[in-house]
């Protein structure tokens, strides 16, 4: 049984390029939510995706978009990238859309921008 | 100020001792999470609770709803253990909306 999967797990873009992060859910989960960590801190919560529609989202500005699919995976897009977006973007999956369940992590894709 | 504060942010032990994590947070929230996360990055979660205990092999956790106040203890500490312990808690919004929010974490190095 398969966990989150993430890809890729590392990345490297300059300064006002776009970029997309994938994540397929752990089996038989519904829901993914999206999390930026930058070195050193807690994550943050940036959006999660629920019936293939953004439920709730963080303080984070419209550069960052997502999509989910019929399957519930989920990509992760984010514009205009700027050396402040450097951190590990990790995805999340749990059950029903709510984040009153426990979230089953993947291990991250980590983003350096030049 | 961060909703979710943990203490300490730096913990050393030797192996075998008796770990305590602290999180307080200041909002009324609907669950709390412990989660691990190992250098490299991948967070694993330890548990989801809303009121009392929960234990799962040498780990227990606790909360205390009224005085808004959690802990990680993990018994038998061993260097295995050695990790990042995150508290996040999830609560509603005045909109009616969820929210996640994370502690920066506690660094746990345990010594053989």
């Known amino acids: 049984d398969a966990g989150v999967t993430q890809s890729p797990t590392h990345l490297i873009k300059t300064r006002g390029q776009q970029v997309t992060l994938r994540c397929s859910p752990k089996?038989?989960?519904?829901?993914v939510s999206w999390y930026q960590q930058a070195l050193g801190q807690g994550p943050q919560f940036i959006f999660q995706?629920?019936?293939?529609?953004?439920?709730q989202r963080g303080n984070f500005p419209d550069r960052f978009s997502g999509h989910q699919f019929p399957n519930y995976s989920s990509e992760l897009n984010v514009n205009a990238l700027l050396l402040g977006d450097s951190a590990l973007y990790l995805c999340?999956?749990?059950?029903?859309?709510?984040?009153?369940?426990?979230?089953?992590f993947g291990d991250g894709t980590r983003l350096s921008i030049l | 100020k961060n909703e979710v504060e943990q203490s300490p942010q730096n913990l050393t032990a030797q192996e075998g001792e008796f770990i305590t994590i602290n999180c307080s947070y200041s909002?009324?929230?609907?669950?709390l999470h412990w989660l691990q996360q190992h250098p490299g990055g991948g967070i694993v979660s330890l548990f989801m609770?809303?009121?009392g205990k929960k234990k799962h092999g040498r780990l227990i956790a606790t909360i205390n709803i009224q005085e808004k106040h959690s802990s990680l203890h993990i018994t038998a500490s061993h260097p295995r253990d050695s990790a990042v312990y995150i508290c996040?808690?999830?609560?509603?919004?005045?909109?009616?909306?969820?929210?996640?929010?994370f502690g920066k974490g506690t660094k746990l190095t345990v010594n053989p």
């Open positions: 999340a999956s749990s059950f029903g859309g709510t984040m009153n369940q426990p979230q089953h």
């Open positions: 089996s038989g989960h519904d829901t």
């Open positions: 995706y629920y019936e293939e529609e953004e439920r």
């Open positions: 909002v009324g929230i609907s669950a």
């Open positions: 609770l809303s009121s």
């Open positions: 996040a808690v999830t609560y509603i919004t005045q909109g009616g909306s969820e929210k996640l929010v």
